[in-house]
């Protein structure tokens, strides 16, 4: 069973910067694309960064420039660098990744989000 689990949030003063992670376990093939969601209260699902293997990354307007997304193969993992950080940006924050279980079968999951709060 593929798993997603997500750290790294937290409360935060604006300005400040938090630092996601994202890492997938149990049995698949590969990674394609890993991405990071965010969902305010009362508001749709957010697509804020994605990134695909060995793909170039790209981002929503909302964040570009103040946040990095990467991702390291090796640990199966993928991360958020929040800089910046506004008030603007409480949320739950959840990482995406589409994953290859088989040559028959591609599936996307979901980690099980993480609160960040920025608020002084």
């Known amino acids: 069973q593929v798993q997603l689990a997500e750290s790294g949030g937290g409360l935060v003063q604006p300005g400040g910067s938090l630092r996601l992670s994202c890492a997938a376990s149990?049995?698949?093939?590969?990674?394609?694309?890993m991405g990071w969601y965010r969902q305010a209260p009362g508001k749709e699902r957010e697509l804020l960064a994605g990134?695909?293997?060995?793909?170039?990354?790209n981002y929503a307007d909302s964040v570009k420039g103040r946040f990095t997304i990467s991702r390291d193969n090796a640990k199966n993992a993928v991360y958020l660098q929040m800089n910046s950080l506004k008030p603007e940006d409480t949320a739950l924050y959840y990482c995406?990744?589409?994953?290859?279980?088989?040559?028959?079968?591609?599936?996307?999951?979901w980690g099980q989000g993480t609160q960040v709060t920025v608020s002084s």
């Open positions: 995406n990744a589409r994953i290859r279980i088989n040559f028959f079968r591609t599936d996307d999951y």
């Open positions: 149990g049995s698949f093939f590969s990674i394609n694309a």
């Open positions: 990134i695909a293997n060995g793909g170039t990354p």
